[in-house]
């Protein structure tokens, strides 16, 4: 019987001596990967792809939008018939069973349109789920699912594609502009009149926003090209609604901004998010500092300087939003914080502008203190405008903003029952009194501040009197207050438990809100209203490249300040970089991503927690590392421990099997020594399976999920002992034959080579000797 080897050992006996003689033992591979191998798609970078344009036209005119549209609404409704809340969806199986295959077929298709089509389909399952009663519906989880596929395949494109492009390529799948009849049958185009007007296209990003894909936009994937849009390292021109002044002439495909190849005076950048969003606060500022200034010398007998001032510099604010949200609609300009705010304020502000007018035509003297009464009416719609500007990431006005619409809900509802017991006490008191005091007292009922009604309600009837006031009492003081802060705790709650979640989403707003392709937005207010007047009727007598000439060089005077100022710190301060060189991809954005400065204690060191933090800021010397590089026994145990195959595994083998791992390695060992070379020991090189499994703390399914290939060794070492004993028993009963009938060739065999060397099954010594001293008619047994 030969040597048994390990499996998967080579002796190297030809080749192997030439080498010096060293004898490798290979470990066998592992029979099945934990996670199988999947396929990775770069993507080409040097294709230009837009935002806003005719897909006609477009390098990725080829890609099936609207075939992929419905193969993943079929897919993702074949898959989910019954509903699972999120955790469920994020569990193992879930997703190793489903949420995985789908991953990997959609990706394998190599499709920057997916993303689109999956969050596409989203918004269409979320939008049946509106028409159903149940909330909780299959349509809600075929909605998450299409979110969490679109999240994974991000990851997978952010991942296969390292390097300078890879912002770029995440770039292009979440910004560029896609619409859902792309490459459908003629016939489906005809029936639905579809388009291809470049304000018919959508960017991914917009349509994950619009069906409030919390999750997709909280990823890292898509923050990266988020933050990327907002600090203006990424540049293109957006799809539009609506234009009010359009110069479509130049269209600026998805690009990486390098300030060092741009002109000094750039007017796209006062579009870019950031930019915008210190401009729109500048313009806030001296809009609430005219109406203080206006408010505190108001006077309705005449036009004061500060009250046109005022008038002119708040209707071209006003027209700023207005634009704004001819831009990318309401949906998205409704997702702002403070939108209701601006919304407010412009009808309170057109309301006082027509008052004041009608007072001045007319020479109403009342009609110009009303207007200046309306007026009035915005401060408590402008001072609170200025925190959700500066505190826009803060909790509390997160919450503000959901509150208000179910304190609106729920108090128009309350109107709406209390109506009823307003008629009954109207009619009740035979026009006692007055619908208007009738409705004072029941609003003192309702918020507990005065019991009046309650006291004359016997005026009205002396038993139906008190008891529609006490039931309203009840029901108004007791019943919808209490819904109402149940309802409040409950939205406040929820916002806080998702509370990274939802800052992340409202960023996301805020910079898709801030990229404006209208030209009106190159211009501050007021001088957008002069582009009104003098542009668009120029666009008409002038060519569209002479008509994109006038507006640069219009732009560029108006703002020349603004613009070198741009210009000298995005030069200086954010793309630091060699002098008179490109700069870097990666470190150019470091210091532009840093606090502008710590604190003033910290600075000064002024705080006995300074330490703390420059102890992390001083590298340790040579000495120190030294010293920490040395393990001692404790944490080489613990590592060693941490990286330790399972003792189930380990369970499995036999006593035997271990012995005869120990003498091969003892005999590799003292041949590879002979032969001069090094001895091949140390431990087994880690898999992945070795570096995960041990690992405490995780859930059962996880475990289970982790140890089947453990299960798979168990049972090859159970079906080993079994041949094992059956070669046994084969031996043995070769043995008896030979006792009766005298001694077999297989004996003799032995004999020959000496006593078990070539028993393969290791049979004791002690029962060869009974057997051999036995007489040849009694049996070994007996």
């Known amino acids: 019987m030969g040597d048994r080897r390990r499996p998967g050992a080579t002796t190297g006996a030809g080749a192997g001596s030439a080498a010096g003689g060293h004898i490798q033992i290979q470990e066998p591979p592992e029979r099945r990967p934990l996670l199988p191998h999947r396929a990775t798609f770069p993507h080409r970078t040097d294709e230009q792809v837009f935002s806003c344009f005719s897909y006609n036209t477009s390098t990725h005119k080829h890609l099936p939008v ?57 918004a269409q399952f979320l939008n049946e789920q509106k028409h159903l009663s149940n909330r909780q519906n299959v349509n809600s989880t075929r909605a998450m699912l299409c979110e969490l596929i679109a999240t994974r395949i991000l990851r997978r494109f952010n991942e296969d594609n390292d390097g300078p492009d890879n912002l770029l390529v995440l770039a292009h799948i979440l910004i560029a502009g896609f619409e859902p009849f792309q490459n459908a049958p003629e016939e489906i185009r005809r029936e639905v009149q579809a388009s291809t007007a470049w304000h018919k296209t959508l960017p991914a990003l917009e349509v994950a926003i619009l069906s409030e894909a919390r999750i997709f936009l909280a990823s890292t994937s898509c923050q990266k090209v988020v933050d990327a849009i907002y600090d203006g390292r990424v540049i293109y021109t957006p799809s539009s609604y609506m234009d009010l002044i359009a110069d479509r002439y130049k269209q600026r495909p998805i690009s990486l901004y390098n300030p060092r190849e741009a002109p000094l005076l750039n007017q796209y950048r006062l579009l870019v998010p950031r930019t915008r969003n210190y401009l729109e606060i500048m313009q806030f500022f001296i809009l609430l500092a005219l109406y203080v200034v206006f408010m505190a010398e108001r006077d309705p007998t005449q036009f004061s300087n500060l009250e046109i001032c005022f008038t002119v510099y708040a209707m071209g604010w006003v027209l700023d939003q207005f634009a704004t949200l001819l831009e990318h609609g309401w949906h998205v300009y409704a997702q702002n914080l403070w939108s209701f705010l601006d919304v407010g304020f412009a009808i309170i502000y057109w309301v006082y502008l027509f008052l004041r007018i009608y007072g001045w035509q007319t020479g109403n003297a009342e009609a110009d203190q009303q207007a200046l009464d309306v007026l009035a009416m915005g401060a408590p719609v402008l001072v609170p405008r200025l925190a959700f500007n500066l505190l826009s990431d803060n909790i509390v006005f997160l919450c503000l903003r959901s509150m208000m619409s179910d304190f609106a809900l729920v108090t128009a509802l309350a109107i709406w029952c209390f109506l009823g017991f307003l008629l009954s006490l109207v009619w009740l008191g035979n026009d006692i009194y007055s619908p208007f005091v009738i409705s004072k007292w029941m609003i003192y009922i309702w918020f507990g501040l005065d019991g009046s009604g309650i006291h004359h309600s016997i005026e009205f009837h002396k038993i139906l009197g008190p008891s529609l006031m006490v039931a309203f009492a009840f029901l108004g003081n007791t019943l919808f207050l209490t819904i109402l802060v149940s309802m409040l705790s409950t939205t406040f709650g929820t916002i806080v438990t998702n509370a990274p979640a939802e800052i992340q989403f409202r960023r996301a707003v805020l910079t898709l809100e801030g990229v404006k392709g209208d030209a009106i937005f190159a211009y501050q207010p007021p001088f957008n209203l002069i582009a009104i007047f003098v542009l668009i009727p120029l666009k008409f007598l002038v060519s569209p490249r002479w008509f994109h000439k006038i507006h640069v060089a219009s732009v ?34 470091v210091k532009a991503h840093k606090k502008s400065g710590p604190h003033f204690w910290e600075r000064w060191r002024i705080t006995s927690h300074s330490d703390i933090s420059t102890v992390f800021e001083v590298p340790p010397p040579d000495s120190v590392l030294d010293q920490i590089n040395t393990d001692d026994d404790l944490t080489r145990h613990l590592i060693r421990r941490q990286f330790a195959r399972g003792n189930s595994h380990m369970d499995s083998l036999t006593s035997e099997a271990k012995k005869q791992a120990a003498q091969t390695a003892a005999a590799t060992t003292a041949v590879a020594t002979a032969a001069g070379g090094a001895a091949p020991g140390g431990p087994k090189p880690l898999s992945r399976r070795d570096s995960i499994a041990p690992f405490p703390g995780l859930r059962a399914e996880l475990q289970e999920v982790l140890s089947e290939s453990d299960e798979m060794s168990n049972i090859t070492a159970r079906l080993e002992a079994l041949e094992e004993s059956t070669q046994r028993i084969e031996e043995l009963l070769e043995r008896l034959v030979g006792v009766k009938e005298g001694k077999s060739p297989r004996i003799e065999q032995e004999q020959e080579n000496g006593p078990g060397a070539g028993s393969p099954s290791g049979l004791r010594k002690e029962s060869a000797a009974v057997s051999s001293d036995q007489n040849p008619g009694e049996s070994p047994w007996v």
């Open 66 to 122: 609207y075939n992929n549209i419905h193969r993943i609404r079929r897919d993702i409704i074949s898959v989910v018939e019954d509903y699972l809340s999120l955790e469920q969806l994020r569990d193992v199986r879930i997703n190793i069973s489903v949420i995985r295959p789908l991953v990997d077929k959609l990706y394998e298709q190599d499709d920057i349109s997916i993303v689109y089509c999956l969050l596409v389909n989203r």
């Open 556 to 589: 560029r005077l108006l703002n020349l300040p603004l613009l070198l100022f741009i210009a000298v710190a995005e030069r200086r301060a954010l793309w630091p970089g060699t002098p008179g060189g490109p700069p870097t991809q990666v470190a150019s954005f």
